[in-house]
């Protein structure tokens, strides 16, 4: 069952980042006081409720790169479920403030007006905020965590009024969910048709074909499996560098709710920025990737040139293995499931401590981390904290000195004792004082 989506809309510089991190309880969203700091969507899930996301701030498009913003934030209202409106409760509102309950009001969905800063003195009075057409405001504070308590209650009210299950499935682990995730027309519908072994995706030669995330449940060798396809990416068309790293909002948010990750890459095509962006992404999420090349019935390329071609562009994943498929002719396509059971296996790995610490005393011994001319790193001690992704804390002094290379080199050393293929792990350095 997918999960519901919650979003934060509102104008630049309201605390809508603020309280996004309040709700999924961790620093993903970047704070700053200048105004518009949040220039694309950020995903992130609520206790296995719900999908949160934050976006970009209203404002007016002045060029493509802001239209484009305020597309995604057409996203967010048109696919959210719930729309929370982030106002700065200092303000009185203005003429966009109306322009943007309208919007959220005209959609249909449960609306809930958050009055941010309402801790500080100037704040003012619900009344300013009647005009609006929104019903019972709340009064929140994302520095203080006023009324976040009754805003996490709220919201779970509104979805089980919606249907949803409003139960936590964090610790659930009945089913492996696989998302196929690419640009529009790589294959990503033919690939699940495949997979799934009937037509319940559309498949079209026309670019974007899928708006929102088809699923569908199969087993494989006695493992329950959710298979998840999504909308393709934005055509990039003639913009700015950088803006193709925005993605369709349901692709996002199936990154988020996925354990492995399947990166369609078209053999016909050049591999892109686009590609690489949201390999990115979905490294950052903490989720296993798996690179599935498409089409390769209709390319005439030698495999070897293909793959050279791949680990150059991909060289920031080294770890996530490659599948070259066709959905036409079926080639390699139950090999993804069985990557992908392995690739979950691992997620879940809890290494012992003692295999930690003897690697960790190995590699140091062997590679010594350079410094100052008398000061150096010392790693004294390392441990898994936790899993989903693999994450290790290690504890030292003069960490801060500790070169970035070095701490590659620690992760290419847990890689060749340990089987983490296709899984991103985590590192953090802590100084024992």
């Known amino acids: 069952m997918k999960l519901p989506v919650v979003a934060i809309i509102g104008q630049t510089n309201a605390g809508k980042s603020s309280l996004f991190n309040r709700l999924v309880?961790?620093?993903?969203?970047?704070?700053?006081?200048?105004?518009?700091?949040?220039?694309?969507?950020?995903?992130?899930?609520?206790?296995?409720?719900?999908?949160?996301?934050?976006?970009?701030?209203?404002?007016?498009?002045?060029?493509?790169?802001?239209?484009?913003?305020?597309?995604?934030?057409?996203?967010?209202?048109?696919?959210?479920?719930?729309?929370?409106?982030?106002?700065?409760a200092t303000k009185y509102p203005n003429h966009d403030d109306k322009l943007i309950a309208k919007k959220a009001l005209k959609s249909g969905k449960p609306v809930i007006l958050l009055l941010n800063k309402s801790d500080l003195g100037e704040a003012l009075a619900e009344e300013e905020f009647r005009s609006l057409g929104v019903k019972n405001p709340l009064r929140v504070s994302a520095t203080t965590g006023l009324n976040l308590n009754e805003l996490r209650g709220q919201i779970l009210y509104e979805l089980k009024n919606l249907g949803f299950d409003t139960r936590a499935k964090e610790e659930e682990h009945d089913s492996l969910k696989i998302a196929l995730i690419g640009r529009p027309n790589v294959g990503k519908s033919s690939l699940f048709n495949s997979l799934a072994q009937k037509q319940q995706a559309v498949v079209a030669n026309l670019a974007g074909t899928t708006r929102d995330v088809n699923r569908t449940e199969l087993k494989y060798k006695g493992q329950t499996i959710e298979l998840l396809d999504t909308a393709g990416l934005r055509k990039p068309g003639k913009r700015e560098v950088g803006i193709e790293k925005f993605s369709a909002l349901r692709s996002l948010a199936a990154i988020e709710e996925a354990d492995v990750c399947c990166l369609l890459v078209d053999a016909t095509?050049?591999?892109?920025?686009?590609?690489?962006?949201?390999?990115?992404e979905i490294i950052k999420a903490g989720k296993?990737?798996?690179?599935?090349?498409?089409?390769?019935?209709?390319?005439?390329?030698?495999?070897?040139?293909?793959?050279?071609?791949?680990?150059?562009?991909?060289?920031?994943?080294?770890?996530?293995?490659?599948?070259?498929?066709?959905?036409?002719?079926?080639?390699?396509?139950?090999?993804i499931f069985e990557l992908a059971v392995n690739i979950d296996r691992a997620r879940h790995a809890e290494l012992k401590t003692s295999d930690l610490n003897k690697l960790l005393m190995d590699a140091v011994n062997s590679h010594p981390p350079a410094g100052l001319k008398n000061t150096h790193p010392k790693l004294r001690y390392m441990v898994q904290t936790d899993t989903c992704p693999p994450w290790f804390v290690v504890y030292g002094s003069n960490l801060s000195l500790l070169h970035w290379s070095y701490k590659r080199y620690l992760e290419r050393r847990l890689r060749d004792a340990f089987d983490f293929t296709g899984t991103p792990i985590f590192f953090s350095f802590r100084n024992r004082d």
Do not use: C, W
Not at 30 to 48: M, S
Not at 269 to 280: F, I, M, N, T
Not at 306 to 335: H, R
């Open 288 to 335: 296993g990737i798996i690179l599935v090349i498409t089409k390769t019935d209709l390319e005439h390329k030698d495999s070897d040139e293909i793959l050279d071609n791949l680990e150059y562009d991909f060289n920031f994943v080294p770890f996530a293995p490659v599948v070259m498929t066709s959905s036409v002719t079926g080639k390699n396509v139950t090999k």
């Open 25 to 88: 309880r961790k620093s993903q969203a970047i704070v700053a006081r200048e105004a518009g700091t949040t220039r694309d969507n950020v995903v992130g899930q609520v206790e296995g409720k719900y999908i949160l996301i934050d976006t970009a701030g209203l404002k007016d498009a002045e060029d493509e790169f802001e239209a484009h913003i305020q597309d995604q934030i057409d996203d967010a209202v048109n696919s959210a479920d719930i729309i929370l409106i982030a106002m700065d």
């Open 269 to 280: 095509e050049p591999h892109s920025k686009l590609d690489q962006s949201l390999a990115g």
